[in-house]
């Protein structure tokens, strides 16, 4: 089993910052690729930003340029960084881990809201 904990949320104004991060636990070992979904309401569940072991990434073209994925592996935590944010990147963001078996591990899910 793997645990996922996500921090970092909360409101910020349009054009601001916020880091999320993704604490793993557990048997992470299994772990092949982890990512960063959100979903707003009435919305699907959409992936943000995904980063393999070897640390290729891929993003949504909603937030090239502006969010960034990143991985420490000492500290087993995956981060995004999101910069110049707008309100419709409010939603629920979800730490997301993709086992090498194909399992989905998910996080709790912390609230970002971009409002003036």
């Known amino acids: 089993q793997v645990q996922l904990v996500e921090s970092g949320g909360g409101l910020v104004q349009p054009g601001g910052s916020l880091r999320l991060s993704c604490a793993a636990s557990?048997?992470?070992?299994?772990?092949?690729?982890m990512g960063w979904y959100r979903q707003a309401p009435g919305k699907q569940r959409e992936l943000v930003a995904s980063?393999?072991?070897?640390?290729?990434?891929n993003y949504a073209d909603s937030v090239k340029g502006r969010f960034t994925i990143s991985r420490d592996n000492g500290k087993n935590t995956v981060y995004l960084q999101m910069n110049s944010l707008k309100p419709e990147d409010t939603a629920v963001y979800y730490c997301?881990?993709?086992?090498?078996?194909?399992?989905?591990?998910w996080g709790q899910g912390t609230q970002v809201t971009v409002s003036s």
């Open positions: 557990g048997s992470i070992f299994s772990i092949n690729a």
């Open positions: 997301n881990g993709l086992s090498i078996t194909g399992k989905d591990y």
């Open positions: 980063i393999t072991k070897g640390g290729s990434t």
